[in-house]
């Protein structure tokens, strides 16, 4: 690893390009190899690794993550804009708990959350029993296939508030992941599009790209190629969003996509339920994606840390999917996005026409990339297009391009895959590597641009 750190430092003191790119090349080979070696020691993670021809839990080759903490972004382009923002996302918030307090709660940090319900995740029947014991009765327990991951929901006992009894039960059971069913929120404009036909797939072949997100509508661009399946009440339904991120990925026609005419399963973990989009639909989603054998999925979700969704993350990444995620559009003032800010998920902001980040683009721990989020070109309905602005457009135009390069889970595939994108983007703002653009702008000219 000192070696490995020794080659970024070297990396990004050059600036020629030309020598960056070689060195960085030879960088992920090194990082590739080594992590090979290191899954075939005795000890070490290689035995469990070898036989499910897996990644380990931090999935990715991740060098920007390991370098010295770099500047914000000039604070002097969003002077009292990410008050705005802020103010606009607590109101989101609180107006969706407000027109729904049967089914949504706020949890201890002000996130929305499914009321009255705290998920755990690693239990056994006697932790179960223990938790009855305290008051907390259990709803159902849940296999999610393709993750080999149990969990249990529990009931919150009557007169206590979510974040006390999250604290409760976690203290209870220390061995297991426990928190409430967050909810997560597309980054971009949406809505949904009632009585809308859904679309479908037609004939056989594989697909190598996921997307999690609300229904996709039966538009023209998208005809054939399309998957769907429901992981809330409603679900599948046809929505804007979910139609717009579908077309960017594999749009072939009106709308072009980063992959066009690949085929797409697309999860919808919203339908008609105003508590969709929590987490344990965004698990039991990635849980048919990776079971489906998808190698790159696109989140363009945003929300808070969560255990069960971090887990279910690194679950679908050891069997070798790739993940990318929308930093959304709470602007920089918001707390850290997920799941762009979970180990291993590529972070995605968006940039104007003149290569600039947009200033509503929200923060993660780490950016890995841009891609055009302004007047994005994109279907909206069974018949219409539209043009677009948010993060949530940028990251299907870098999930379609690393698409391209890993069309099936191979972990071997990794670290090529990757490396041919990091050479792909073109590099903004400051040289190398940067924590506003990551490593450079994707698919540049995509999106009708």
Known sequence: MAFYRFFLDLINFFGNRRLRRVLMGFAMRFWTTSLAIFCLLPGGTGGHVAAQVALPPV??????????????VDAGRLTGLGDQLAQVRLDRITGLVRANRDSIELDERGEAAVRGVLVASGVDAAMIARAGEAGFALIDRER??????????FRVPDGRSLGRARRQLARLLPEAGVDADNLYFASGPGGALPGGALAAATGSGKASLGLIDGGVAAHPSVAGRVE??????GAPSASRHGTAV????IG????TGAAPGQRLLAADVYGTD????NASAIARALGWLAQSGVAVTTISLVGPDNRLLSTAVSRAQARGMLIVAAVGNDGPAAPPSFPASCKGVLAVTGVDRKGRALPEAGRALHVDFAAPGEAVLAATGTASTDRLRGTSFAAPLVAGRLALRYPAPSVDRIGPAVTALVLEARDLGKKGRD????????????GGR
């Open 144 to 153: 999610i296939e393709g993750l080999d991951l149990d969990i249990a929901r």
């Open 274 to 277: 105003p508590a969709g989009g």
């Open 228 to 233: 769907q399946r429901g992981f809330a009440k």
């Open 246 to 249: 579908a077309s960017l990925l």
């Open 59 to 72: 999935a990715l080759p991740d060098p920007g993550r390991i370098l010295p903490p770099l500047p914000e």
């Open 252 to 255: 072939d026609g009106g709308v």
């Open 435 to 446: 924590k506003v653009y990551g490593h450079g702008l994707i698919c540049g000219s995509c």
